[in-house]
């Protein structure tokens, strides 16, 4: 996720904070937590659109369905860290980096993942069939489903 990094550059130099291996572990966690989100959302968007949604409505729906999921988590994260990224601690001018960095990214994360994500989504499905892509053979959506094969 592009933006949550170029919103983690953006905290850093707003607050003043450094460049340093603290803000770059922040970064990973900022993009590690807007990712998991954005699978979050695309599972329920293609669950949706397997169900005989279009990629639209299907988007949309997920949205509306995972909304309060994906706020959970970031406000979550967030409010964890208020107290690092204010630096309230012995270490704290060293820590601040890192909380500052996970708060800018996980921001324009958290947005990203609620308005581009299924937007591309919607374009990017528009013209998708609705097959199974599993290779699974126990998948009995697959398309190398083998019926012997399968588990009991």
Same mark, same amino acid.
């Given at each position: 996720?592009?933006?949550?990094?170029?919103?983690?550059?953006?905290?850093?130099?707003?607050?003043?904070?450094?460049?340093?291996? *603290?803000?770059?572990? /922040?970064?990973?966690?900022?993009? /590690?937590?807007?990712?998991?989100?954005?699978?979050?959302?695309?599972?329920?968007? *293609?669950?949706?659109?397997?169900? !005989?949604?279009? +990629?639209?409505?299907?988007?949309? $729906?997920? %949205?509306?369905?995972?909304?309060?999921?994906?706020?959970?988590?970031?406000?979550?994260?967030?409010?964890?860290?208020?107290?690092?990224?204010?630096?309230?601690? *012995?270490?704290?001018? $060293? &820590?601040?980096?890192?909380?500052?960095?996970?708060? %800018? !990214?996980?921001?324009? !994360?958290?947005?990203? &993942?609620? &308005?581009?994500?299924?937007?591309?989504?919607?374009?990017?499905?528009? +013209?998708? %069939?609705? &097959? +199974?892509?599993?290779?699974?053979?126990?998948?009995?959506?697959?398309?190398?489903? $083998?019926?012997?094969?399968?588990? +009991?």
């Amino acid at each position: 996720m592009r933006i949550a990094f170029v919103a983690f550059v953006a905290a850093l130099l707003l607050t003043g904070s450094t460049l340093n291996i *603290e803000s770059f572990i /922040g970064a990973i966690m900022a993009v /590690g937590v807007a990712v998991a989100n954005s699978i979050l959302l695309l599972t329920a968007a *293609e669950e949706a659109r397997r169900g !005989g949604a279009s +990629s639209a409505d299907a988007a949309r $729906q997920a %949205g509306a369905t995972r909304l309060r999921a994906i706020l959970m988590t970031s406000l979550a994260m967030l409010a964890g860290m208020i107290p690092m990224a204010l630096g309230w601690s *012995e270490a704290g001018s $060293q &820590t601040a980096p890192l909380g500052r960095a996970v708060m %800018g !990214g996980l921001i324009f !994360g958290t947005i990203a &993942t609620l &308005t581009l994500v299924p937007a591309a989504y919607a374009w990017a499905m528009a +013209s998708a %069939g609705r &097959t +199974s892509l599993s290779v699974d053979p126990d998948d009995p959506q697959s398309t190398h489903y $083998q019926k012997d094969h399968a588990v +009991s």
